[in-house]
């Protein structure tokens, strides 16, 4: 089981996270503009700051500094979750077919 993350007020994290199964998802223009469009929007969400944004095939690298340190895991949350469900919706996958409510 891996230990909590201890986190800190005014300290820069690096967040290193693959995406998509480790498949080449960035390699794609439209899943490109739709994490810019996401990230904008994560940003005007919640107080932070990024350096050093890096997309690989697979990867997210990038530098995070949150104004509220505790609220870190929720930015990568609510990142990640929304560019997924964005993502799949663009491409008409749902979860439909498995009898769960779609949420968008």
Do not use: H
Request: positive net charge.
């Amino acid at each position: 089981m891996r230990t909590l993350r201890e986190l800190k007020q005014g300290v820069w994290y690096e967040i290193r996270t693959s995406v998509n199964n480790r498949k080449p998802l960035f390699q794609s223009r439209k899943a490109l503009k739709l994490f810019a469009r996401v990230l904008d929007d994560t940003a005007a969400r919640f107080d932070f700051e990024i350096r050093g944004l890096r997309l690989k095939d697979d990867l997210l690298v990038f530098c995070v500094k949150p104004a509220n340190g505790f609220q870190l895991p929720r930015i990568m949350q609510w990142l990640k979750q929304t560019f997924a469900v964005r993502y799949n919706l663009l491409n008409g996958w749902t979860w439909a077919y498995l009898g769960r409510p779609v949420l968008v």
